[in-house]
């Protein structure tokens, strides 16, 4: 029993969202790969990579679970899926959390932040 039928409504709309998700994976590391650096890192970077590397990770498990597995195939591969899903979008969240709120503890040092400027 194949899947594909299940999922995707044409062979043409699975050789889409395979394409879409390896471009999205190769946009990512690019990125990714921008930013590693060897001098010593400060937690504003760390975050950006980790945000990087978290959303390279949600990309490359979406397009094995929905390309690969099929996310129709039994319940326990779309409740991975869908768990797949929390879990990144809570890890990308909690990221930008800690990014942003270095970023304003590094601007709270400056005088300018007393002054409103």
């Not at 590397?53 to 319940?75: A, E, I, P, T």
């Amino acid at each position: 029993m194949g899947t594909d039928s299940v999922v995707f409504p044409s062979q043409a709309h699975q050789i889409l969202s395979t394409l879409l998700h390896l471009l999205g994976c190769s946009i990512l590391s690019f990125c990714l790969a921008r930013r590693i650096c060897y001098k010593p890192i400060t937690i504003a970077k760390f975050c950006t990579m980790a945000i990087f590397l978290d959303s390279w990770l949600f990309v490359f498990s979406g397009g094995l679970v929905v390309n690969g597995v099929g996310m129709s195939f039994n319940d326990a591969s779309c409740l991975s899926g869908v768990y797949l899903c929390i879990v990144f979008y809570a890890l990308s969240k909690i990221f930008i959390y800690v990014f942003l709120s270095e970023k304003v503890r590094a601007h709270a040092k400056g005088e300018g932040f007393l002054f409103g400027i």
